[in-house]
């Protein structure tokens, strides 16, 4: 299975920093920085390949990895029924889930996209 390393490190950025979140997803269209939450969140769950890639066993990460995976999903899902982008980069949960995706960010920098060692 091949994954998309610089999506699987994009999301998580995307997800730790409010100012990112403003510049992407608050963005009028008029400057080649744009995104949505709905494409940040398929970015690592989905375009990467990285879940399909644990499910099927072509990639090992650490139990801590996968555990901060499925915390973020719990945490991100409900707050994408939000009525706006603002309302959502706003939202008391994303504190959780900022301080999640930066875990992961910092996992991944650290053991790598293919679950080894940098």
Known sequence: MIINTPMILESPEEWSSKEEQEKLWL???SSEFVSSPVEAYERLFGDSNLMDAIDDGSIQLPRAVIDA???FEAAVRPLMSCSSHQDLIDHPGMIEVRQIASELLIAFKSIGT????V
């Open 27 to 29: 963005s009028d269209g």
């Open 114 to 117: 293919d679950g080894r060692p």
């Open 69 to 71: 995976l499925s915390r």
